[in-house]
């Protein structure tokens, strides 16, 4: 079955800084892959739509400075957090589905704590 | 105005308990999925659902899709500790410009006691 990986699965990182959060697909290509934010005891939030090679889709009120989406390759897309600050403190989960299948993946979830 | 209207919201039963969880929308939907996940882990899709009036049952549990496409149910029988999670139903609105661009309900949370 399809297998998608986040990675790190958990990060704890000072105010100001930036973070990058990996989704990969390891055992197909993924031309689209989604990203989400969840707060505790909530469901999942789309932020944004990466697409291979192009621009990333953002969702209403998700800034795209604040979250760089990159999706460099067929297997590979990126979400890095910029100029943390508290407030973004969550759990971030990406998705992506095999082509040609109509069901998504998802990863296991990087939980981003900013102190 | 959330599209995908899922209740109850929170749950909390004894073992043995039957539950029924609802997710209801003003919108038709393409396909219709319900995910369960734990604490700290990803969503893990429990069943598909694409035909109006449809039925699956996956050993305790049984979803069904409204008639409309517009509504879904997962109904757990005598629910065990082990089924402790947060539910989810999420579905792709007819029209929408790509499967994976999944429209979420808010999730329930279940607890089952021992």
């Known amino acids: 079955g399809a297998v998608v990986s986040q990675h790190p699965s958990r990060v704890i990182c000072k105010s100001g800084t930036s973070v990058k959060i990996e989704c990969r697909s390891l055992?197909?290509?993924?031309?689209?892959m989604f990203w989400y934010r969840q707060f505790p005891k909530q469901s999942l939030m789309l932020m944004a739509t990466s697409n291979e090679g192009s621009k990333a889709t953002y969702e209403q009120g998700v800034e795209k400075d604040k979250f760089l989406i990159n999706h460099a390759s067929l297997t590979l897309s990126t979400l890095t957090v910029t100029s943390a600050h508290p407030e973004d403190s969550s759990f971030y989960i990406c998705?992506?589905?095999?082509?040609?299948?109509?069901?998504?993946?998802f990863g296991a979830g990087s939980r981003l704590t900013v102190l | 105005t959330q599209l995908l209207e899922q209740s109850p919201q929170f749950l909390s039963i004894q073992e043995g308990e039957n539950l029924t969880v609802y997710c209801n929308s003003s919108?038709?939907?393409?396909?219709l999925q319900w995910y369960r996940q734990e604490p700290g882990e990803g969503p893990v899709l429990l069943v598909t659902?694409?035909?109006?009036?449809e039925v699956k049952k996956l050993k305790r549990l049984t979803f069904q899709f409204g008639d409309a496409r517009k509504d879904s149910s997962l109904h757990i029988t005598a629910a065990q500790p082990g089924d402790t999670g947060l539910y989810l139903c999420a579905g792709v609105v007819v029209g929408g410009t790509s499967y994976g661009k999944l429209t979420f309900g808010q999730g329930t949370i279940l607890t089952v006691h021992p």
């Open positions: 055992d197909f290509q993924a031309t689209t």
């Open positions: 919108s038709v939907f393409s396909s």
């Open positions: 659902v694409v035909t109006g009036g």
């Open positions: 998705s992506a589905s095999r082509p040609g299948a109509n069901v998504l993946t």
